[in-house]
């Protein structure tokens, strides 16, 4: 997850093809339907950027500045990703994963 800053996702797609296959690879056992509908992870571009999303299914990522709101399911994982316990949170339709550093999870029922 701290690559996604590192910008050459923006213009090199097979670099965001190896990024997003390294995130399903964290996930062999589970079916496609149990992945993660995305994560929202701290943004380090700098002002006006807070937080980032990539998006498992269509291999998006997107940066949202401080005032704009994220898509309702991910806008409940932004206060957890700027945390700085959590390294990143992943977002499921009924569950929020918050990622510690370590790797261990935190759940947050809906």
């Known amino acids: 997850m701290a690559r996604l800053d590192a910008g050459t996702h923006h213009a090199d797609r097979t670099a965001l093809d190896a990024l997003i296959e390294a995130i399903a690879n964290e996930f062999p056992e589970l079916g496609i339907e149990q992945h993660p509908m995305g994560i929202v992870s701290q943004c380090f571009l700098g002002a006006p950027?807070?937080?980032?999303?990539?998006?498992?299914?269509?291999?998006?990522?997107?940066?949202?500045?401080?005032?704009?709101?994220?898509?309702?399911?991910?806008?409940?994982?932004?206060?957890?990703?700027?945390?700085?316990?959590?390294?990143?949170?992943?977002?499921?339709?009924?569950?929020?994963?918050?990622?510690?550093i370590d790797g261990s999870v935190s759940v947050i029922e809906r």
């Open 49 to 100: 950027y807070e937080v980032h999303i990539c998006d498992l299914g269509g291999g998006i990522v997107e940066h949202f500045e401080t005032f704009r709101s994220m898509p309702p399911l991910y806008e409940r994982g932004r206060a957890l990703a700027l945390h700085q316990s959590y390294a990143f949170v992943e977002i499921y339709p009924d569950t929020l994963r918050a990622v510690s």
